[in-house]
């Protein structure tokens, strides 16, 4: 089932590395400048970032109770103020913080070391280079599809940018898509990419060179209904053959068995011994009219040995109501090293599948959304997927129905992702919950309170309303 790489031992030494001040002489230390990155080695910062990122993006807070919520995966059992969207910017304020402080700084901090080693030979800088600034701009666009419009061109720069002024969300794709090619172009697969600290692909440059090829097809795509000559020349740029299309080339960041290193939902389930989720009855009953069989791995049954979901958005009263009738996610999605998915083969099956129906590139659609749902069903530990195929064929007529509501199924557990796709191809159709405090089923995050007490200034120059959550992204036309 899930790729059994496992983040390596380095990953614990990195945080007593950045804690390596308080083992020092206390007096030595008091002529040290703390957040001096100098004393950091590279790799420590690159394993840093790789683990804050995915924590962040596969945990609690931004997935759990919130992307997964929003596409209706799951629900909350009590305290379920986010199913019905009662959320501002006091929410999603620690994330925001915590991917530009320990994800995008950190990277920035690398690479200013990078730039400083006179010693590394030139293909390896070029290459470690190059895994930095495909880490930094996934970073950013998972920010800029969850909030719009942000902090890009002069985010980093904190010395000369204290307050740094907000690119539009077109701007900031332009400037992913110029340096993921960039990246891309000047990868050498046979020079070696960091030899140590790289939890993601073990410094496998070929590997990195798939992941961002995927990435900027997923990127491209996302911006196809908005801007589809654009879109349309990067696709046809990308090397077909050097993507992510089978399960061994998955980019995947695979947690510890360590607690504090482990899957992020597993610490918040098993650790914290938080229960506040049930999978959603819109799953549940699409998985049984489907005769899905990743039924018996994304939920548990209830005490009766039935699945029975809950529905979405209901009262706190109602919902913990329910609470003890209903089905929870599995243990297996929760383990300690259930891995987060960065992208993976089924997503990319299924980006081609629409690159060719849209006639962007020459291929058969329903070759590549047969691949799809087959890498996601081997993904879940099942064989063959030739029966289900024969039940829920591709539609060409109806494709974005067809895509659209399997890739909803295929990205289960990775609720950012499920959140955007569904955003951008209206399917599944869901419905917004009788106690919802919104109108629509929200399309964007509200801005941090941190942002609008900080930097309100620049703020106010892309939104007047910080805790819009109606307002559809730049890409989101339809």
């Given at each position: 089932?899930?790729?059994?790489?496992?983040?390596?031992?380095?990953?614990?030494?990195?945080?007593?590395?950045?804690?390596?001040?308080?083992?020092?002489?206390?007096?030595?230390?008091?002529?040290?400048?703390?957040?001096?990155?100098?004393?950091?080695?590279?790799?420590?910062?690159?394993?840093?970032?790789?683990?804050?990122?995915?924590?962040?993006?596969?945990?609690?807070?931004?997935?759990?109770?919130?992307?997964?919520?929003?596409?209706?995966?799951?629900?909350?059992?009590e305290?379920?103020?986010?199913?019905?969207?009662?959320?501002?910017?006091?929410?999603?304020?620690?994330?925001?913080?915590?991917?530009?402080?320990?994800?995008?700084?950190?990277?920035?901090?690398a690479?200013?070391?990078?730039?400083?080693?006179?010693?590394?030979?030139?293909?390896?800088?070029?290459?470690?280079?190059?895994?930095?600034?495909?880490?930094?701009?996934?970073?950013?666009?998972?920010?800029?599809?969850?909030?719009?419009?942000?902090?890009?061109?002069?985010?980093?720069d904190?010395?000369?940018?204290?307050?740094?002024?907000?690119?539009?969300?077109?701007?900031?794709?332009?400037?992913?898509?110029?340096?993921?090619?960039?990246?891309?172009?000047?990868?050498?697969?046979?020079?070696?990419?960091?030899?140590?600290?790289?939890?993601?692909?073990?410094?496998?440059?070929?590997?990195?060179?798939?992941?961002?090829?995927?990435?900027?097809?997923?990127?491209?795509?996302?911006?196809?209904?908005?801007?589809?000559?654009?879109?349309?020349d990067?696709?046809?740029?990308?090397?077909?053959?050097?993507?992510?299309t089978?399960?061994?080339?998955?980019?995947?960041?695979?947690?510890?068995?360590?607690?504090?290193?482990?899957?992020?939902?597993?610490?918040?389930?098993?650790?914290?011994?938080?229960?506040?989720?049930?999978?959603?009855?819109?799953?549940?009953?699409?998985?049984?009219?489907?005769?899905?069989?990743?039924?018996?791995?994304?939920s548990?049954?209830?005490?009766?040995?039935?699945?029975?979901?809950?529905?979405?958005?209901?009262?706190?009263?109602?919902a913990?109501?329910?609470?003890?009738?209903?089905?929870?996610?599995?243990?297996?999605?929760?383990?300690?090293?259930?891995?987060?998915?960065?992208?993976?083969?089924?997503?990319?099956?299924?980006?081609?599948?629409?690159?060719?129906?849209?006639?962007?590139?020459?291929g058969?659609?329903?070759?590549?959304?047969?691949?799809?749902?087959?890498?996601?069903?081997?993904?879940?530990?099942?064989?063959?997927?030739?029966?289900?195929?024969?039940?829920?064929?591709?539609?060409?007529?109806?494709?974005?129905?067809?895509?659209?509501?399997?890739?909803?199924?295929?990205?289960?557990?990775?609720?950012t992702?499920?959140?955007?796709?569904?955003?951008?191809?209206?399917?599944?159709?869901?419905?917004?919950?009788?106690?919802?405090?919104?109108?629509?089923?929200?399309?964007?995050?509200?801005?941090?309170?941190?942002?609008?007490q900080?930097?309100?200034?620049?703020?106010?120059?892309?939104?007047?309303?910080?805790?819009?959550?109606?307002?559809?992204l730049?890409?989101?036309?339809?």
């Open positions: 089932m899930f790729k059994t790489m496992k983040l390596s031992a380095l990953a614990i030494a990195v945080f007593a590395a950045l804690n390596i001040y308080s083992c020092t002489d206390q007096l030595t230390a008091l002529n040290v400048d703390p957040n001096n990155p100098t004393a950091v080695p590279v790799e420590n910062l690159i394993t840093q970032a790789q683990q804050q990122l995915n924590n962040r993006m596969w945990g609690r807070s931004i997935n759990a109770e919130w992307g997964m919520l929003m596409v209706q995966q799951w629900s909350q059992n305290y379920a103020e986010e199913s019905r969207y009662t959320v501002d910017g006091n929410s999603f304020d620690t994330d925001w913080l915590d991917l530009y402080v320990d994800v995008l700084s950190e990277l920035n901090a690479q200013l070391l990078l730039d400083a080693n006179e010693g590394l030979a030139p293909a390896v800088k070029t290459n470690q280079t190059a895994i930095i600034t495909i880490l930094t701009e996934y970073t950013f666009h998972s920010l800029t599809d969850m909030y719009g419009a942000l902090p890009y061109s002069t985010a980093l904190v010395e000369n940018n204290p307050l740094p002024a907000y690119d539009s969300q077109q701007a900031i794709y332009t400037g992913i898509v110029s340096k993921l090619q960039a990246a891309i172009s000047s990868i050498d697969a046979s020079a070696d990419g960091f030899s140590s600290g790289d939890a993601i692909f073990n410094g496998d440059m070929g590997a990195w060179k798939k992941f961002a090829n995927s990435f900027l097809l997923r990127v491209a795509m996302r911006m196809v209904d908005v801007d589809q000559a654009t879109a349309s990067v696709i046809r740029g990308i090397d077909a053959s050097n993507l992510i089978t399960n061994g080339d998955n980019a995947m960041f695979v947690f510890d068995a360590n607690p504090e290193i482990a899957n992020p939902l597993f610490v918040d389930a098993t650790i914290n011994g938080r229960d506040d989720f049930a999978v959603s009855d819109v799953l549940i009953d699409a998985l049984v009219a489907k005769g899905d069989p990743r039924l018996s791995v994304y548990d049954t209830t005490n009766s040995g039935e699945y029975v979901g809950m529905p979405p958005g209901l009262t706190d009263a109602a913990f109501d329910l609470k003890a009738k209903t089905s929870r996610p599995s243990a297996f999605v929760r383990s300690a090293t259930a891995p987060s998915i960065m992208i993976d083969a089924a997503e990319v099956n299924f980006l081609l599948a629409e690159a060719y129906e849209r006639d962007i590139i020459s058969d659609a329903a070759a590549a959304y047969d691949a799809a749902v087959s890498a996601s069903m081997e993904y879940w530990g099942f064989s063959d997927a030739s029966g289900y195929l024969a039940a829920n064929p591709y539609d060409g007529g109806n494709w974005k129905k067809s895509i659209g509501v399997q890739k909803w199924l295929a990205m289960y557990m990775n609720g992702q499920a959140w955007a796709e569904w955003r951008r191809l209206d399917y599944p159709e869901l419905a917004v919950p009788a106690a919802a405090t919104n109108p629509v089923i929200p399309v964007r995050l509200p801005y941090p309170i941190s942002e609008q900080r930097n309100g200034t620049e703020l106010g120059k892309v939104s007047s309303n910080p805790n819009d959550m109606s307002t559809k730049w890409w989101d036309v339809n």
